[in-house]
């Protein structure tokens, strides 16, 4: 195909060519080019295949709102899909393909899909494809749907988050927004300016437009120059506003470098979260297209878009152009496209009478004018070769043209207004929603207000830059505005919207998800009237380019449909964000290593020179084991295990959280927040505790220290310190003002370090402890302060294993020394390290439920044999909730143990969350496995559960479903090993 | 992002904050005299007023106190900060935002 590149003009640079590919073949363009203008200076016509129908699609527009030419950008890590190819700024060997089609645009086996589309119209999914089974279609659709393929690599690139604050932030540097920003600026107002484009200025930049006698582009550069003076002004370009939130607080993404090679401190893109005392919406506007059978063929064109790519891009869109409009804002494009050499046909205006002044010059240019006439159907395969015309004497006849530029109106680009929670109105003169009523403090200027004249744009943008720097603060001295004189025509667009034209053909609206008036009209049949239902129901709207070029012609089509007026028929919700954005972008600095905080033990170095394999556990790393040469996890598990009950373990339990709860009112506070009374405990003692929510649900258990008549020592479940520590001061705040308690949460002040097992005393001694262990002297269940291998310590006897153990608290700082002292004195009685894993099934076969693990969100007191905690005289949080009736039933998941039937060996354990069945149950679950393992020391499986009804039930014998088959149980009471717990009173 | 003037550290971005809830729920005791319909009113039902809505916030991620919020539910706007334990301001009401399409 021959080029259509203009020998001169433009804002690209001719001095730097750059070649690309785009479906498998080589092209070239030129820097500043966008990958569309580059296809399109190429004459490369079909760019895409739309979603549904797989009809073939070109450009239609040169911003953001283009969409058909959505792409698959091939560049490694960087392949990005459904970037618009009006946003790509063309970069050296960029390879790019389109998307929804193969083997290419132009030929595509998808096409097929147009046989049959006549049965996959609007909401087709809610009719069809569901007998005998939707499953058998379902892979099918999968395969049929979605556009670009993401890539499967971790993103390389570096995104940074930034925080600002400003007085005034001005988003869009066209006219209006830059006469906005530099009055503003002129007083001292800290002034965030924002501009999608590399270049400000917006159409001025290669628009020949006059602003007091002055080209725009020197006017440009002028603004340009007054905001780099001050020192307070911020100009960001290639930075989009996405968001506009509450209280004045916007996201904007700016595009730091697109390739940032392998310079590792590059940044790709930044989001800025700027919150502005005032915020000025100049957005501009976007074209909308002219609804007609045939509208969608490639050759169809925005009339303002195929005026910017020749004046930005220097690009004719065609060598025969037919325009087609219905205000008079189109006939510029006429002029241009004369200018450039290229032929227009005709104007076909559906005006009955557009004014002379408008149709007159190019009238004289040889320009054929059809007033009152419309475009009913075009013809071309794929691309336009020719025009179906019917005139104001209903007589039809086909013109030849290679490009049709349509105009249907303008719409003022109100998303952020919008998401700012502005209400808009209906502009009847101009066809045009525009804002009416701001909620925040942020005013629109400029065609994002209406306001479609240049000199009316400047003026409205310089008012409100001097009103906001004087709200905030910057008084500026008023100048006079600049009087732009504009080649076009200043008057009104003296628009008559033409919402859809009556002919017989496959009319479309949205072209990115391929809704036609047809569709809306289906819509309308099955009710579906409301802006909001339609949109859902026929999908327009819902695309990548969230109907940017359909939204309000579909308005305007259902409210002629259903015979209501526009206001009447109303707007759907505009969300965030603006235009798509990289999960990246919104991930910043998150990911990695930042993506959460992980904490370490104060003795990780020891765990990790002692070979531990951690893993996460709340939030913290932990050893789950710590396997010799050759093991298997459980074979080192077993070890430990067995260790603990035969002679002495060293347990890392640092992460149990520690609250210091002190005042005169303490002992009161904690048995309002306990289920059982802790203001009875005396002073060196210990007692184990269960919380409740209002609910009555178990939230969290620990051992409770009374360190002296108003100190507590409050213990939580490792994970929960922080969460109870809250919780706490959040009653205390709210509820109980009145108490004098204080919180202090110390978990990671302190390190707390367990030796456990029957030679626990002796390693302990060993190392030398300056308080009495003896039996008598500190009975389980109790606390002494004193010397522990030379380092001051709280040792409290309190055991999660079922052995003799001594929990010794230290300072974090002196973990690691203490842990070395322990282990070099209880080596001789055959002291081992103890992982997380072995932990755990310790108390698993003592029957110490874990809470999370063998309770769940509904678990009170009573399903855990804590039933005892209704007997109390007074108050606790919960203590209502006890008695309801669900509370009450008789049939509540209990917790019980599990004995096997069949003697498990080796390796069979019950999985855990195995259900539990019974012949003769009426439910089909009786209820599921909470903990399970396999017991060195019994050598058998040991498990907990909760069964419906379990206490009565001991003895009864149950079918635990596992994949590896089914496996029976007998009921027990919890707590297989030592159920009286003699070994604890040693 | 609603910018929260806690009562004790001046404005600061929501993300310091957490959220607790309405405000102002009384407890209902004692225990051993509350109906079962009075306590599930407690726990479970709660006002949704399209308007000033008084609510409960935590300064999670700064002083750590909690505080009470009047906001509107529909355009977001704080009407009130006080501080726990006080009652709302007296004739908060909402000033209506005239005009133009919903």
Request: net charge neutral; proline share 6%; aromatic share 8%.
């Amino acid at each position: 195909m021959s080029g259509r590149r203009l020998a001169s003009g433009g804002l690209i640079d001719r001095t730097r060519p750059l070649s690309f590919s785009f479906d498998g073949r080589r092209y070239n363009g030129f820097a500043g080019d966008t990958l569309a203008s580059a296809l399109l200076a190429n004459g490369v016509a079909v760019v895409g295949r739309s979603f549904k129908y797989h009809r073939p699609r070109g450009l239609m527009a040169a911003g953001v709102e283009e969409p058909n030419a959505l792409v698959q950008l091939i560049d490694g890590a960087r392949t990005a899909p459904n970037p618009r190819a009006t946003e790509i700024e063309l970069y050296p060997d960029l390879i790019a393909r389109a998307v929804n089609c193969w083997p290419s645009a132009r030929h595509d086996l998808g096409a097929v899909a147009g046989l049959v589309k006549r049965f996959i119209p609007a909401g087709f999914y809610y009719k069809t494809l569901m007998w005998p089974d939707w499953r058998w279609f379902e892979p099918f659709i999968r395969r049929a749907a979605g556009l670009g393929k993401p890539t499967d690599q971790p993103d390389p690139d570096r995104y940074e988050t930034r925080f600002a604050h400003c007085d005034v932030l001005v988003v869009g540097a066209g006219p209006a927004g830059l006469a906005a920003a530099a009055a503003a600026s002129r007083g001292g107002a800290r002034v965030i300016l924002c501009e999608q484009e590399r270049h400000l200025g917006g159409r001025l930049a290669w628009d020949q437009a006059e602003i007091g006698g002055e080209s725009g582009a020197v006017w440009v550069r002028r603004m340009a120059q007054t905001l780099a003076a001050q020192a307070e002004t911020t100009v960001l370009t290639r930075t989009t506003a996405i968001g506009y939130f509450d209280h004045n607080a916007l996201a904007l993404l700016e595009l730091v470098t697109d390739r940032p090679d392998d310079d590792q401190s590059a940044v790709r893109q930044r989001l800025w979260q700027v919150r502005a005392k005032r915020v000025i919406l100049a957005t501009g506007a976007l074209e909308r297209p002219l609804v007609f059978p045939g509208n969608d063929r490639p050759g169809v064109m925005l009339a303002s878009a195929v005026r910017e790519y020749l004046g930005r891009f220097a690009v004719r869109a065609g060598d025969e152009a037919v325009l087609f409009t219905n205000n008079d804002a189109a006939y510029a494009t006429a002029s241009a496209l004369l200018k450039a050499a290229g032929r227009v046909v005709a104007i076909v205006d559906s005006r009955r009478h557009p004014s002379k002044q408008i149709t007159g010059p190019l009238e004289a240019k040889g320009v054929a004018i059809l007033p009152g006439a419309v475009v009913i159907a075009t013809r071309g395969h794929p691309e336009l070769t020719a025009v179906k015309v019917r005139d104001s004497s209903e007589v039809e006849r086909w013109l030849t043209a290679d490009l049709l530029a349509v105009s249907g109106g303008f719409n003022p680009t109100i998303h952020l207004f919008r998401q700012s929670g502005g209400r808009l109105c209906w502009d009847d003169a101009q066809a045009l929603f525009k804002p009416a009523v701001s909620v925040q403090a942020e005013t629109s200027v400029g065609a994002a207000a209406g306001v479609l004249t240049l000199s009316a744009a400047l003026r409205d943008g310089q008012e409100a830059g001097v009103r906001a720097a004087e709200q905030t603060g910057w008084p500026v001295a008023e100048s006079e505005p600049p009087r732009g004189a504009d080649k076009r025509r200043e008057d009104s667009l003296a628009i008559e919207p033409l919402w859809r034209v009556a002919a017989p053909g496959e009319a479309f609206v949205d072209f990115q998800n391929d809704v036609s008036t047809d569709d809306i009209a289906l819509a309308v049949r099955e009710n579906f009237v409301s802006v909001e239902h339609l949109k859902r129901y026929t999908t327009l709207g819902m695309a990548p380019d969230q109907g940017k070029t359909s939204n309000v012609n579909a308005i305007g089509v259902v409210a002629e449909l259903t015979g209501r007026s526009i206001e009447e028929t109303g707007t759907t919700l505009y969300r965030f964000p603006f235009t798509p954005v990289a999960f990246g972008a919104l991930a910043g600095r998150n990911r990695g290593e930042l993506f959460r905080p992980v904490r370490r033990l104060p003795a990780h170095a020891v765990h990790d020179a002692a070979g531990a394999v951690f893993e996460e556990y709340g939030g913290v790393m932990r050893p789950a084991y710590y396997p010799r040469a050759g093991e298997t996890p459980h074979q080192a598990e077993q070890r430990e295990a067995r260790a603990v009950r035969e002679c002495v373990g060293l347990f890392d339990a640092s992460p149990l959280g520690k609250i210091e709860v002190v005042g005169p009112d303490a002992g009161a506070f904690l048995d309002r927040v306990y289920a059982n009374t802790m203001s009875t405990l005396k002073v060196g003692k210990a007692r184990y505790g269960l919380m409740l929510n209002e609910l009555g649900v178990i939230i969290d258990d620990g051992v409770t220290l009374r360190l002296s008549q108003d100190r507590f020592l409050v213990g939580t479940t490792s994970g929960a310190a922080a969460r109870i520590a809250a919780w706490l001061d959040e009653w205390l705040q709210c509820e109980w003002p009145h108490l004098q308690v204080l919180v202090a949460p110390l978990t990671s002040a302190l390190a707390t370090l367990a030796l456990t097992g029957p030679r626990a005393r002796t390693a302990l001694e060993r190392a030398g402890c300056s308080i009495d262990i003896s039996a008598d002297a500190f009975p389980h269940m109790s606390w002494r302060e004193g010397v522990v291998a030379a380092v001051p310590a709280r040792v409290a006897r309190v055991s999660f294993t079922g052995e003799v153990s001594f929990e010794i608290s230290v300072p974090a700082r002196q973990a690691t020394g203490l842990w070395t002292r322990l282990l070099q004195a209880g080596e001789p009685f055959g002291v081992e390290p103890v992982g997380v894993d072995a932990w755990m099934l310790l108390r698993t076969e003592k029957g110490y439920f874990h809470v999370g693990v063998d309770t769940d969100g509904t678990t009170a007191p009573g399903d855990v044999g804590w039933g005892h905690v209704l007997r109390r005289k007074t108050d606790f949080i919960g203590r209502r909730s006890l008695t309801r009736p669900t509370n009450l039933r008789d049939d509540r998941l209990q917790l019980v143990g599990l004995d096997p039937v069949d003697g498990i060996a080796g390796q069979g354990f019950l999985p855990i969350g195995a259900h539990l069945c019974s012949a003769g149950s009426t439910r089909a679950s009786d209820g599921y496995v909470t903990s399970s393992g396999f017991s060195p020391t019994m050598n058998r499986a040991v498990a907990l559960a909760m069964v419906h009804a379990g206490e009565r039930r001991i003895g009864e014998i149950l079918t635990a479903l596992a994949p590896a088959g089914r496996i029976r149980v007998r009921i027990a009471k919890f707590g297989a090993f030592d159920p009286s717990g003699e070994r604890l009173d040693g | 992002m609603l910018l929260i003037a806690c009562p004790w550290c001046g404005p600061r971005d929501e993300i310091e904050f957490q959220h607790g809830g309405p405000s102002h729920l009384q407890r209902p005791e004692p225990f051993d005299a509350v109906s079962d319909e009075i306590w599930g009113e407690y726990l479970f039902f709660r006002d949704n007023p399209k308007g000033v809505q008084k609510e409960r916030w935590l300064h999670a991620y700064g002083c750590r106190r909690w505080f009470n919020l009047a906001r509107s539910t529909v355009t977001h706007e704080v009407l009130a900060a006080y501080r726990m334990g006080d009652p709302a301001p007296a004739g908060l009401l909402e000033p209506p935002a005239t005009g133009g399409l919903a």
